[in-house]
């Protein structure tokens, strides 16, 4: 698909957005609304896909946040529309709040890729990124009580409207011919970059690869500890009205650790590519199927935090009464019981993830070893809670160092590859004798 083809469309699915997103939430609580704020959604992971598309080869890791965050967003608007009836405004409203930021939050890097390609003018792609920084920083300020997102989000929303007319009317097409962006060839091909898949040497990528999956895990390790084990296990007991009444007095805290929780969700879909694009001349089939693992295990974990934002909905909209405990403490156990059935793909990627790591030339047996027995690890706890109800062992307190030491090798790996590289090009090919001058 050609830039001009992939932006028109683009644009179309913007307007289109715009315009069953806003008639649904008039509509919400009837079925109509309903099917709009989904075809809305439809639209919103649609835009993802062709962005994706066109900006995967320049900007790999542009388009791939900006995929998750819009998928992030799709699956957000739907849960919060599902969640309002059964549940109230309260977790719609956070549900809301929470796919906006991470549409703001992903499409930062977006806006600064589209001032770099020149596929758009420069002073739209400036708008879009202070319209969007803007956003972020309204439904950070709404998720802490403050009532300015929807001031905030204004500049934003004109970006989006602006955006999307420009797109419709000339597609993603270079503000000047011979500019970086401008497509020669191939429709949908861009010069003035290498290409991502096949003229950016392999050490490269691997390195590239290494560092963004390292990052993301480091990343995650941080906020699922602060998330679960600062907030959600400090403040969950065995009775009910117990951890209501601890939830409420933290309710904001409770917020953000569900926000924490999303986030790596998402970015356990980035790192599940990541590794696939390390592991991808290890064996092909073996790493895809380990990066489908990981992304269903994503998508399991969101279906789970769903619950959470349902709890913390509860929380705002009523008090730490014995049927509204009740309520919040089934949603709790929702989440915990849903996670640990996404646990068990989580621990078939990892064991894949251990095989291909044994497989590669390049990481060490020992690390495999450790990665796959972390997987073995969460298989035995996910099913043996399954099959037995007094099940109390917790393999995983030991297993998990594998991880540990895969998201430290990986950082290792990807510090130590430019060295790597610029020492085989100052001593000169090592495959090739050197020729007389």
Partial sequence: MSLTAAGRYAGAFILLAFGFYGIGSALAGQFAGT????????????????VFRVLRRPHPGAAWTYLVARGAEAFLLTAGIVLLDP???????????????????????????????????RWLAIWGFAGYALLATGMVAELTGASVGVVLAIPGGLFEVVFGILLLVRG??????????????????????????TGVDGDLRAS?????????????????????FGVVERMVSADPVETTTRLLSHHQLFVFAVVALFTVACLDVLVAWSLRAFFADTHRAVALLSASCRTGYGVVFAVAITHLIAAAGLLHDGAATDRNSQRVYAQITGFQDVWSLGLIVFGVHLMLVGWLAWRSPTVPTWVAVLV?????????DSIGVLVSAGYAVEVTAVTFVGEVVLMVWLLVFAARSPRRRRSTTTEGDPARPLQPA
């Fill in 35 to 50: 099917v709009l704020v989904v075809l809305n959604s439809v639209m919103v992971f649609a835009i993802g896909v062709l």
């Fill in 87 to 121: 549940v109230g405004a309260g977790a719609a409203d956070i549900a809301y709040q929470v796919a906006m930021l991470a549409l703001a939050l992903g499409s930062l890097p977006f806006c600064l890729a589209l001032h770099r390609r020149r596929w758009v003018p």
């Fill in 172 to 197: 993603f097409a270079p503000a000047t011919a011979g500019q970086p962006g401008t497509t020669t060839g191939k429709p949908g091909t861009t010069t003035g970059q290498p290409d991502a898949a």
């Fill in 208 to 228: 590239r690869s290494a560092l963004a999956a390292g990052l993301g895990l480091l990343s995650m390790a941080v906020l699922a500890g602060l998330a679960t």
């Fill in 372 to 380: 796959a027995i972390a997987g073995a690890g969460y298989l035995a």
